[in-house]
């Protein structure tokens, strides 16, 4: 498996405010992946962030909104940007290991007010 | 239309029973079948993964692929109150990306 920490694991943010996640794993991994997990849904995929190249955005999800950094291959960051309250979500990184698995880090729970 | 498809549930079980939960996709491409675990307010954790037809035990665990069927199932044997769950059945596709059910809420009854 892997070892994977988020920050912040929880924020309380205001409508129109921006919040970047960030997500460290404990190993070089070429793709990291963010996800986002609403309130009684399953997890949606935003992005895929590969280091040194631009993210690759699922349909329904733009750079503008969801800037992404992946400036070296144990870390990334994403930016969830001028907030509204449909936002609100768990946001969660993960990785891909060995024999095709990916895991995941413990979330980052966001309510934006 | 629907990528991965789970009964949301909830199933409860009276404890050490089998549990069983089931899984549907429609991406007969897909070649890469997996459970995943989420407990209340924590992240998805990976408990089987699977990619020839027939079954694969590990533990109280077994995963079921039917790929003729585009069914996949996951068997709990002896369920334990720690079993309660959300169960997201996940699927990577032909295009290399892992989609997931919306889960199914599992409650051991002790």
């Known amino acids: 498996s892997a070892v994977i920490s988020q920050k912040p694991s929880r924020d309380i943010c205001q409508r129109g405010t921006s919040l970047t996640i960030q997500c460290q794993v404990d190993?070089?991994?070429?793709?990291m992946f963010w996800y986002r997990q609403q309130p009684g849904q399953s997890l949606t995929l935003i992005a895929t962030?590969?280091?040194?190249?631009?993210?690759?955005?699922e349909s329904g999800f733009v750079i503008d909104k969801f800037p992404i950094s992946r400036p070296n291959l144990t870390f990334s960051t994403l930016t969830v940007s001028n907030m509204s309250p449909e936002d609100s979500s768990i946001y969660l990184c993960?990785?891909?290991?060995?024999?095709?698995?990916?895991?995941f880090g413990p979330g980052t729970r966001l309510t934006v007010l | 239309q629907k990528e991965v498809e789970q009964n949301s549930g909830p199933l409860s079980v009276p404890e050490g029973a089998i549990a069983s939960l089931n899984c549907t996709y429609s991406?007969?491409?897909?070649?890469?079948f997996f459970w995943y675990r989420q407990y209340s307010g924590k992240s998805p954790e990976l408990i089987m993964s699977?990619?020839?037809?027939g079954d694969k035990e590990d533990g109280r665990f077994t995963a079921q692929l039917n790929k003729a069927s585009q069914y996949v199932s996951l068997l709990i044997r002896d369920s334990q109150p720690s079993d309660s769950a959300t169960y997201l059945c996940a699927v990577r596709n032909r295009d290399d990306k892992i989609i997931f059910g919306k889960g199914t809420r599992l409650h051991i009854l002790p």
């Open positions: 993960s990785v891909d290991r060995a024999v095709n698995e990916q895991f």
């Open positions: 699977i990619y020839s037809n």
């Open positions: 190993s070089q991994v070429t793709m």
């Open positions: 962030a590969n280091q040194g190249s631009e993210a690759t955005y």
């Open positions: 991406d007969r491409g897909s070649q890469s």
